[in-house]
């Protein structure tokens, strides 16, 4: 049981962290040259987007999970089962952020599904 809490943490509030991350940079928009004074207007006026604190704030939940999963199970484990990550991007990118998903990357998505299932069905 401990192990479902621990990757539900890593994948959700991971997830969900890189969602709000890129919510908040879409409403900052980008930098538009690399200056040093451009990019810290673009790191200020991210600062002050709520859903730039909510994703770094769930973003530090996850990797303090992926800690404690790294400390009870082998890293050969633990990383491809966190690849979970990349199926609920695709499908939170679809839903949160109204992103177009093309059939070739649902294969992906697919794919790699399957493979963290073995991984998980290879542990049992």
């Known amino acids: 049981m401990p192990h479902f809490i621990l990757f539900t943490l890593i994948v959700v509030a991971g997830t ?11 409403v900052v928009g980008e930098a538009p040259s690399l ?7 673009v790191i200020l006026r991210a600062l002050r987007v709520p859903w730039m604190w909510l994703g770094g704030g ?5 990797f303090f999970a992926l800690l404690g999963a790294l400390s009870i199970y082998d890293v ?12 609920a991007g695709a499908f ?6 109204r992103e177009h998903v093309d059939f070739q990357r ?18 049992n």
Do not use: D, H, Q
């Open 16 to 26: 969900g962290g890189e969602l709000c991350v890129s919510r908040a940079m879409k």
């Open 58 to 62: 769930m973003m530090a939940v996850a």
């Open 35 to 41: 200056r040093p004074a451009e990019v810290a207007k």
């Open 76 to 87: 050969s484990f633990v990383v491809p089962v966190t690849a979970l990550s990349y199926v």
């Open 92 to 97: 939170g990118g679809v839903v949160f952020l």
């Open 106 to 123: 649902w294969v992906g998505v697919l794919l790699v599904a399957i493979g963290v299932t073995l991984v998980f069905l290879g542990k």
